[in-house]
């Protein structure tokens, strides 16, 4: 049967666009393998925020060496200048670092206490307002750590009320008028704690609120029972049907009298690193990992120059 001349113009048209979409499609597949996925954070903390004045290159040196991306930054008003992280933050943007201002106090879970935690709001707002943009802090981080109170074990739902009561806060009073990120510290142990009264896991409404929680997973192993990935699959595993990019995951090079293997202090920084890459290959598919930081700037620095 002889198939129309206009039927055959058809047939060969439809072959023509199906055969673009085919190729359209092939081309987007490539460019989307080809482009580069954002970089995992690689952070560090800085507590004696003195430094920064006298050691400025000196640190932004050695986080460009140990491709540090992202620094934590204790705030001291009474004993830093402005213009002093000014100028560190300024010379951390020229290497690609993010700085983020870091402050925190286990007392700071109590409501009665939200005063702390609006002063370093109300401090690093009024900062950026009159810093230049490659000066200014990119976010608050804090470490509050209400476990190490002795109410804690006394009344644990009152304290963790209260420390949800102040994050809320935190957060708000944070979001108003600026897009300054929020992060802090957690335990990697968070996960067992639930929401007073609830089943939900405290670890969850904490990323659920927060822009990222980096956990202390203080371990000197990557893989094995009580490794470091065995320590936190489980919330980042959680995470991931809640938030992308919202868990970072803290090793310990600080010398510990917890014991050999919570710290990476006698094993090494090359050890550190050879763990840390394989915290990266394990985690890497997980939506919800973001990247890994080292506590702390001090230890590290102190541990490379002990290899030297």
């Known amino acids: 049967m002889l198939i129309p001349r206009c039927a055959r113009t058809g047939i060969r048209q439809s072959w023509v666009w199906l055969l673009a979409a085919?190729?359209?499609?092939?081309?987007?597949?490539?460019m989307l393998q080809l482009r580069p996925s954002p970089a995992h954070v690689k952070a560090t903390w800085i507590w004696d925020a003195r430094i920064i004045s006298e050691q400025s290159e000196e640190i932004i040196a050695f986080a460009k060496q140990n491709e540090i991306n992202l620094i934590y930054l204790h705030?001291?008003?009474?004993?830093?200048?402005?213009?002093?992280?000014r100028t560190f933050i300024q010379a951390a943007s020229r290497a690609s670092i993010r700085v983020e201002a870091l402050g925190g106090d286990p007392n700071w879970a109590y409501v009665a206490n939200r005063g702390s935690i609006s002063e370093l709001i109300s401090w690093v707002k009024a900062y950026n307002r009159s810093a230049k943009a490659e000066e200014q802090f990119r976010g608050i981080h804090v470490d509050i750590e209400p476990y190490l109170l002795p109410e804690w074990k006394k009344d644990q739902d009152a304290v963790v009320k209260q420390w949800m009561k102040n994050v809320v806060y935190l957060v708000a009073e944070t979001k108003k008028d600026s897009d300054l990120r929020v992060g802090a510290d957690l335990p990697f142990w968070i996960d067992s704690v639930?929401?007073?009264?609830?089943?939900?896991?405290?670890?969850?409404?904490?990323?659920?609120?927060?822009?990222?929680?980096?956990?202390?997973?203080?371990?000197?192993?990557?893989?094995?029972?009580?490794?470091?990935v065995d320590i936190v699959h489980k919330i980042v595993a959680d995470a991931n049907a809640l938030k992308s990019d919202s868990v970072v995951v803290g090793v310990n090079i600080l010398k510990s009298d917890e014991g050999d293997n919570v710290s990476f202090h006698q094993a090494g920084t090359?050890?550190?690193?050879?763990?840390?890459?394989i915290l990266e290959d394990e985690l890497a598919n997980n939506p919800a990992f973001a990247g890994s930081a080292i506590h702390d700037y001090?230890?590290?620095?102190?541990?490379?120059?002990?290899?030297?």
């Open 270 to 277: 090359a050890e550190m690193e050879s763990q840390l890459a």
């Open 75 to 85: 705030i001291e008003p009474t004993t830093i200048r402005p213009q002093d992280y």
């Open 22 to 30: 085919i190729f359209v499609s092939i081309v987007v597949l490539i």
């Open 194 to 228: 639930h929401v007073p009264g609830e089943s939900e896991k405290v670890s969850n409404w904490m990323v659920e609120r927060l822009d990222s929680i980096t956990l202390m997973a203080y371990r000197n192993h990557a893989k094995g029972p009580n490794g470091i």
């Open 298 to 308: 001090e230890s590290w620095l102190h541990a490379s120059r002990r290899e030297e």
